[in-house]
C-alpha cells in the first residue's frame, strides 16, 4: 500500500485549493506502453537478429541482457538513437518506430478527462521518455492539443526523473512552487516518491488495479474527482 509518507504531507495535500498546474507522465499513463515494448523488444531484436544471422529469441534474450545492464536510471536507457549505434543497426531509427506507429493506443479515460482538466487548469507533459517517441506519439494521438508545457527530461535535461532536481527545475520555469502542481504517473519512484519529496501532489496510476492507498488511482477519471467540484462533475 502507498502511503502520503508521514502527517505533514497529508496536510499539504488536504484540500488541493493550492493546485495550480497539472502534470502528467506519458509512457503507462496516457499512452499504452505497447508501442515502446514493440520498437525495444521487438524491432531492435529483429534488426539485430537479421544483422548477425541468429535466431529472433536468442537475439531478443541478448539485446534484452543490454539494456538491463544499462537499467532505466541511465539516461541511455531511453536513448534509441545510442542503441542504434550500440548495436551498429543500418536501419534509420526513424524508420523503425514508423513502422509500429499503429500500436500507439491512448488509454480510453484519456482525451475526456485531459479536455475537462484543461478548462480549469495549466496540463504539462513530464516524460523521461526522448524526444524522438514524444514526438511521434504526440503526432500520432494528437494529445498535444492539450498541453500548455511538454518536458522530456532526458532529452531536453540530460537526466532521468529520480531526483528532485528534475522536477524542482519543471518548478523554476513554470515559476510555480511545488504544493501548486499535481503529478501523476505510472512509476512508483520515478513519479510518485521523488517528486514527493519537494512537496509535488503526487498521485501513483495503477491501471493494474493492485495498489491501494491514498493516493492511489487506477485511472484517469478518479483524478478528475479529486481535482474538479462537484458542481463541475455534473456539468
Same mark, same amino acid.
Given at each position: 500500500? +502507498? ?11 488536504? %484540500?488541493? $485549493?493550492?493546485?495550480? !498546474? ?66 551498429q543497426l543500418g536501419t534509420h531509427w526513424q524508420n523503425l518506430m514508423e513502422r509500429y506507429v499503429d500500436k500507439i493506443i491512448v488509454y480510453p479515460d484519456v482525451d475526456?478527462?485531459?479536455?475537462? +482538466? ?11 521518455? %526522448?524526444? $524522438?517517441?514524444?514526438? !511521434? ?76 492507498g491514498d493516493f492511489v488511482i487506477h485511472d484517469l477519471t478518479e483524478l478528475e474527482k479529486r481535482l474538479l467540484p462537484i458542481n463541475e462533475e455534473e456539468d
Amino acid at each position: 500500500m +502507498l502511503t502520503a509518507g508521514g502527517d505533514s504531507n497529508i496536510r499539504i495535500y488536504q %484540500g488541493l $485549493e493550492m493546485v495550480k !498546474i497539472i502534470s502528467f507522465d506519458m509512457d503507462g499513463t496516457l499512452i499504452s506502453p505497447e508501442f515502446t515494448d514493440w520498437v525495444w523488444s521487438h524491432g531492435i531484436p529483429t534488426l539485430y537478429a537479421e544483422k548477425s544471422g541468429i535466431p529472433f529469441e536468442v537475439s531478443k534474450a541478448f539485446v534484452e541482457g543490454e539494456y538491463r545492464k544499462v537499467g532505466e536510471g541511465a539516461i541511455e536507457w531511453y536513448d534509441i538513437k545510442y542503441w542504434f549505434r550500440f548495436f551498429q543497426l543500418g536501419t534509420h531509427w526513424q524508420n523503425l518506430m514508423e513502422r509500429y506507429v499503429d500500436k500507439i493506443i491512448v488509454y480510453p479515460d484519456v482525451d475526456h478527462v485531459l479536455a475537462r +482538466l484543461k478548462d480549469r487548469f495549466p496540463l504539462i507533459l513530464t516524460s523521461n521518455a %526522448g524526444r $524522438e517517441f514524444i514526438d !511521434i506519439e504526440l503526432k500520432a494521438t494528437g494529445l498535444a492539443i492539450y498541453f500548455d508545457h511538454i518536458f522530456s527530461a532526458t532529452s531536453d535535461f540530460g537526466e532521468v526523473k529520480k531526483t528532485i532536481s528534475f522536477y524542482q527545475r519543471i518548478c523554476q520555469i513554470l515559476g510555480a512552487n511545488p504544493r501548486e502542481i499535481v503529478h501523476v504517473g505510472d512509476h512508483t519512484e520515478f513519479d510518485y516518491l521523488v517528486p514527493r519529496k519537494l512537496g509535488i501532489c503526487t498521485y501513483y496510476l495503477d491501471r493494474s488495479g493492485r495498489q491501494k492507498g491514498d493516493f492511489v488511482i487506477h485511472d484517469l477519471t478518479e483524478l478528475e474527482k479529486r481535482l474538479l467540484p462537484i458542481n463541475e462533475e455534473e456539468d
